[in-house]
């Protein structure tokens, strides 16, 4: 089996430099922030939305007229007094109520939760008019501890005496409770708790002057700031300050430092080698077929060039334009699923990287493009591609409303839903540029393979007419190569192409094969070919079916691919019966060459599944017991007779998948032979 090493022909890694080299030049360095603008005039640029959280600076106005504020105004300081709410209770507590003495266990209930509240006087602001501008907020030192609380959080005396009465007339609503206060003069025990300390007011006031914040609340980022069109009002344009201000002093930059071109080379490297491994990981095979490879990266390339764009324009709410599941489709018209899947997962990772939120992004077009791998295999042609693009749809507008619902996103719901709408549909119209490249890079997209199988093409119409038996043969072949490919995740219908052009050699001399030789006289005697031919004549006749083969490939047009599979399909083995039949004539064991075969041995696991399939199929007519067992013997032997001759030395193919592929060999054919039932005759005398 092929061993995995590191590509040594630095060819292999001429497309990752240039993916690196791509993005050193197309990560943003420096950036300044190019927008004009002025209040009560159009905004004339694209909607503009926040790269990052930024605080709203006050406008010199604001400032101006806070600090006027405070010069004018100044909070109360006041102090809790547990002593004066002890001494009031204890006076409520002795005082005589005469006939009314059952309200007093209401009358202290109702002063203790007036005291927690708290009672401040009524004239403390007539010496200080700063302290009237101010009354809506107070200061309350309890303890060692204290903090700023609405006025209306305490009462005024004289507001603390109406409640005290409210809750008694509540209680007893029968009872003289104005006479019973008046008459035992509770209501002037009642006295403020909170007493006013003037010293800590004016300390507290000098230090707030000097402690005005710059900044009012702030705008996370991903937040619309203005629109296309929109008028740029007093509101909008202090949001424009704040954020020019933030963008020019943390990424703006006329000339990028050493230290920024080392991060972004970084950087480079590190999503670059990210790529790397995962194509390495996903299938070594590709480094030797460069142009996969090149195409590969191109499409990474592709994906990360739409992201930077977006980066470097500033138009971050357009994204959902961008129909990131094409890029999976892209690679799903070449390759197998489990190649496919990682590698797009990677070339997404720049939506991750360079835009806003882009770890909600990311997650949306992972699973979108997953399912879209799955969905695309099935609908695939004409107007099923649509099917493909709703659900694309569906998950992505699906998605971002719950993680907006979350508010891990923010925009405009409505907007984005029909930018999401644009992109899925996009997929679909652009998903014909696939045919492009295919042409450009030399590839075979699954519906061209798919219409090489069509058996009314031209060249397969001419195999089932000149040689029928080699036709028939290749259908077999075909049926037992999908199933092994599909088996252990191999590409089927790259296999399924080259099983019906493999043998289409033999079209140009078909009565040397057994399965097309005609029957003569009414069967009772075959015209053999080799009949007057030597061993080496009749070896020779049969090895040219390859170099026939590819010769006519190349005259029909035919994937380099395919030719492959037809140069590989019996590798450089011997053909045994001829040879040993040589030796038995007393040939010399030196022309051993002459009875090979003139191909190259398989490399991918495909093209050794076509070789074993192809022999086994052949030589399966040859079997006499149609028994699991004797199936089991006979696949063995023909994968360990290939085994034995070295023709699976440089195939990139693991003993596990040579086992399976060979279950399924051994299961196809107990299919094929299964016993029939068989079903009596009558009798004359029935």
């Not at 029968?174 to 006479?179: L, R, Y």
């Not at 201000?245 to 590190?270: H, Q, T």
């Not at 699973?367 to 569906?394: E, M, Y």
């Not at 051993?592 to 190259?600: N, P």
Request: aromatic content about 12%; some cysteine.
């Amino acid at each position: 089996m092929r061993k995995h090493h590191l590509p040594s022909d630095l060819r292999s890694y001429v497309p990752f430099l240039i993916y690196f080299l791509a993005l050193v030049l197309l990560i943003p360095k420096a950036k300044k922030f190019e927008y004009e603008y002025r209040s009560g005039a159009p905004w004339k640029y694209d909607s503009l939305v926040s790269e990052f959280d930024f605080p709203i600076y006050k406008t010199d106005e604001q400032m101006m007229k806070e600090l006027s504020d405070a010069e004018l105004s100044a909070i109360p300081y006041f102090k809790f007094s547990e002593t004066v709410a002890a001494k009031s209770l204890q006076a409520a507590e002795s005082v005589s109520l005469g006939a009314g003495d059952s309200i007093r266990p209401v009358l202290l209930n109702s002063l203790r939760r007036i005291y927690r509240q708290g009672v401040i006087p009524d004239d403390f602001s007539k010496a200080d008019r700063r302290l009237a501008l101010s009354e809506n907020l107070i200061y309350i030192q309890k303890g060692k501890r204290a903090g700023k609380y609405p006025r209306s959080d305490v009462y005024r005396l004289s507001q603390a005496k109406t409640q005290l009465i409210n809750d008694l007339h509540y209680s007893f609503p029968s009872a003289p409770v104005d006479s019973a206060l008046a008459a035992s003069g509770l209501l002037d025990v009642l006295e403020p708790n909170l007493l006013f300390d003037r010293q800590m007011t004016e300390l507290v006031h000098s230090d707030e002057q000097h402690d005005i914040a710059p900044t009012q609340g702030f705008v996370p980022a991903g937040s619309l700031i203005v629109s296309e069109g929109e008028i740029v009002t007093a509101e909008v344009s202090q949001l424009l300050d704040s954020y020019k201000k933030e963008y020019d002093a943390n990424m703006g930059s006329d000339m990028p430092s050493f230290f920024l071109w080392l991060s972004i080379v970084v950087l480079a490297l590190i999503l670059t080698g990210i790529l790397f491994w995962t194509v390495w990981f996903a299938d070594t095979t590709l480094f030797d077929r460069r142009n996969e490879l090149y195409y590969i990266v191109f499409v990474a390339l592709l994906c990360a060039l739409a992201v930077l764009l977006l980066d470097r324009g500033g138009v971050y709410e357009r994204v959902y334009w961008v129909p990131f599941t094409l890029f999976a489709l892209y690679l799903t018209a070449f390759f197998p699923n489990r190649t496919i899947a990682p590698i797009y997962l990677v070339s997404l990772l720049p939506v991750a990287v360079f835009l806003p939120q882009g770890i909600q992004t990311y997650l949306l077009y992972a699973l979108a493009g997953l399912v879209a791998i799955k969905l695309f295999n099935r609908f695939n042609r004409g107007w099923k591609q649509f099917i493909t693009a709703f659900s694309v749809f569906l998950l992505v507008g699906g998605g971002y409303l719950a993680l907006r619902s979350a508010g891990l996103l923010t925009g405009l719901v409505l907007k984005d839903l029909i930018y999401i709408f644009v992109g899925s549909l996009l997929t679909v119209a652009f998903y014909q540029l696939i045919f492009i490249f295919e042409k450009l890079f030399g590839l075979l997209s699954v519906a061209k393979l798919e219409e090489l199988t069509d058996t009314n093409n031209k060249l397969l119409r001419n195999l089932e007419l000149k040689a029928p038996g080699t036709f028939q043969h290749s259908l077999q072949v075909m049926s037992m190569a999908d199933a092994a490919a599909r088996a252990i995740g191999a590409n089927e219908y790259l296999v399924r192409a080259a099983a019906m052009y493999h043998d289409i050699g033999k079209m140009t001399n078909p009565q040397c094969f057994i399965e097309n030789e005609s029957l003569v006289g009414g069967g009772e005697e075959k015209a053999r070919y080799h009949a007057g031919l030597t061993p080496r004549q009749s070896a020779q006749d049969i090895t040219r079916h390859v170099t026939d083969g590819i010769e006519l490939a190349r005259k029909e047009h035919l994937p380099e691919a395919i030719i492959q599979f037809i140069r590989t399909h019996h590798g450089d083995n011997c053909v045994r019966s001829f040879y040993n039949k040589y030796l038995n004539e007393g040939g010399d064991p030196a022309h051993e060459a002459d009875f090979r075969y003139h191909g190259a041995k398989p490399v991918s696991k495909e093209q050794v599944i076509l070789m074993l399939c192809d022999s086994v199929e052949a030589a399966s007519r040859t079997l006499k017991e149609h028994t699991p067992q004797s199936f089991s013997d006979f696949v063995e032997r023909i994968v360990g007779a290939k085994e034995a001759e070295g023709q699976l030395a440089e195939a990139d193919i693991t003993i596990r998948e040579l086992n399976t592929v060979k279950d399924v060999l051994k299961g196809y054919l107990a299919q094929v032979y299964h016993e029939r039932v068989v079903y009596p005759k009558r009798n004359n005398e029935a």
